[in-house]
């Protein structure tokens, strides 16, 4: 059974610094891995979405990387702003699973000003 | 292009109560889910509609939670009778096609039971 983990669960930095976030899963059979931005009371949006023949996927200052042999995949938030306050989730899909997610628990960010 | 609706947003009942979510999806989308996200966790999935069939109910509870998709459109999920543990966020998505990627949410009932 495919299990997907984020650490840390929660991260405070400050305006302008790079944000990391960290997914692992534990079956590497994935057919691809998307990440999502859940903000309060609010459904989720999908930023990134990574084939599994890829290593990353960039939109403006996000970059996602993925290394299926180890299982892990990486999001990178460049210079980050307090409007990049939410909770990151991390969600794998096999190739046979017709469109379902597994999910991780999700690091909620805030970035102070 | 107007997004997947739920209503209502917040409900709180009393264990052993009754309670029902509604999700009217994006116009056009075949396929709907229905998630339950507990506090601190990723959204599981409860349920996938074709249409109005079943493709995916594996993780649904059914000795207490139903749902339909009448006539392939909007969709109802019910809880009957309602314990402590289902407190929640249910969360209704829709994607053009069974096996997209895609999926467009929305913004959740959140159920508190007590």
């Known amino acids: 059974k495919q299990e997907v983990t984020q650490i840390p669960a929660a991260l405070s930095v400050p305006e302008g610094e790079n944000l990391v976030l960290n997914c692992s899963f534990t079956?590497?059979?994935?057919?691809?891995l998307q990440w999502f931005r859940q903000d309060p009371g609010k459904g989720l949006t999908s930023l990134l979405l990574?084939?599994?023949?890829?290593r990353e996927q960039t939109s403006g200052r996000l970059n996602a990387s993925l290394d299926k042999s180890s299982g892990r995949s990486t999001l990178y938030i460049a210079a980050s702003q307090p409007g990049d306050s939410a909770t990151y989730l991390c969600?794998?899909?096999?190739?046979?699973?017709?469109?379902?997610?597994?999910f991780g628990a999700g690091t909620q960010v805030v970035v102070t000003p | 292009e107007a997004g997947v609706a739920q209503s209502p947003r917040y409900k709180i009942i009393e264990k052993r109560q009754s309670v029902a979510f509604w999700c009217n999806p994006i116009?056009?989308?075949?396929?709907l889910y229905w998630y339950q996200q507990i506090l601190g966790q990723g959204p599981k999935l409860l349920i996938q509609?074709?249409?109005?069939?079943?493709?995916?109910d594996s993780q649904l509870p059914k000795d207490r939670f139903s749902a339909e998709r009448l006539k392939g459109v909007d969709s109802t999920l019910k809880i009957q009778p309602a314990k402590l543990e289902d407190s929640a966020v249910y969360l209704c998505?829709?994607?053009?096609?069974?096996?997209?990627?895609?999926?467009?949410f929305g913004p959740g009932t959140r159920l508190t039971v007590t």
């Open positions: 990574i084939q599994s023949s890829q």
């Open positions: 998505a829709s994607s053009p096609t069974p096996d997209s990627y895609e999926q467009y």
């Open positions: 079956d590497s059979a994935i057919y691809n």
């Open positions: 116009s056009g989308h075949a396929t």
């Open positions: 969600a794998v899909s096999g190739a046979d699973s017709w469109g379902k997610f597994q």
């Open positions: 509609f074709q249409n109005n069939g079943v493709v995916d």
